[in-house]
Nanobody
Framework: QVQLVESGGGLVQAGGSLRLSCAAS????????MGWFRQAPGKEREFVAA????????YYVDSVKGRFTISRDNAKTTVYLQMNSLKPEDTAVYYC??????????????????WGQGTQVTVSS
C-alpha cells in the first residue's frame, strides 16, 4: 500500500509559479509510475502529467506543455510538479496518484490505484 500526501498549493497571481510536492510512504515508491490530476469546481477530473518509475519518460496534457514539469526523487519518495506561467484556468484541486506500471492508461485516472487528499491551487487574474 502507498500513502500519498500533497503539499505546496496556494494562491498565486497569473504568471506566477508554484511547486507541488507529493510525499509517498513505503519502500516501494520506485515501483510505481506517478501522475498528477486536477479537478476544478463543476468539472471532471483531468489528467495533468505523469512520470515513469525511473523518471525517464514524462507525459503532459497539451494545455500545460511548456509550463509544467513533473519530476521525481526516488530516494526521497517524492514526486513534484513545477508549475510556471500559471493561468486562472489552472485553478483546481491537484491530486497525485500512483499507478502499477503494468496497468494500461497513463492518462486515465482509473488506472491509478492510490490517491492523495489533494491540494488547492488558485490563480488570480
Amino acid at each position: 500500500q502507498v500513502q500519498l500526501v500533497e503539499s505546496g498549493g496556494g494562491l498565486v497571481q497569473a504568471g506566477g509559479s508554484l511547486r507541488l510536492s507529493c510525499a509517498a510512504s513505503g519502500r516501494t515508491f520506485s515501483s510505481y509510475a506517478m501522475g498528477w490530476f486536477r479537478q476544478a469546481p463543476g468539472k471532471e477530473r483531468e489528467f495533468v502529467a505523469a512520470i515513469s518509475r525511473s523518471g525517464g519518460s514524462t507525459y503532459y496534457v497539451d494545455s500545460v506543455k511548456g509550463r509544467f514539469t513533473i519530476s521525481r526523487d526516488n530516494a526521497k519518495t517524492t514526486v513534484y510538479l513545477q508549475m510556471n506561467s500559471l493561468k486562472p484556468e489552472d485553478t483546481a484541486v491537484y491530486y497525485c496518484a500512483a499507478r502499477d506500471p503494468l496497468r494500461v492508461g497513463v492518462r486515465s485516472g482509473q488506472a491509478y490505484d492510490y490517491w492523495g487528499q489533494g491540494t488547492q491551487v488558485t490563480v488570480s487574474s
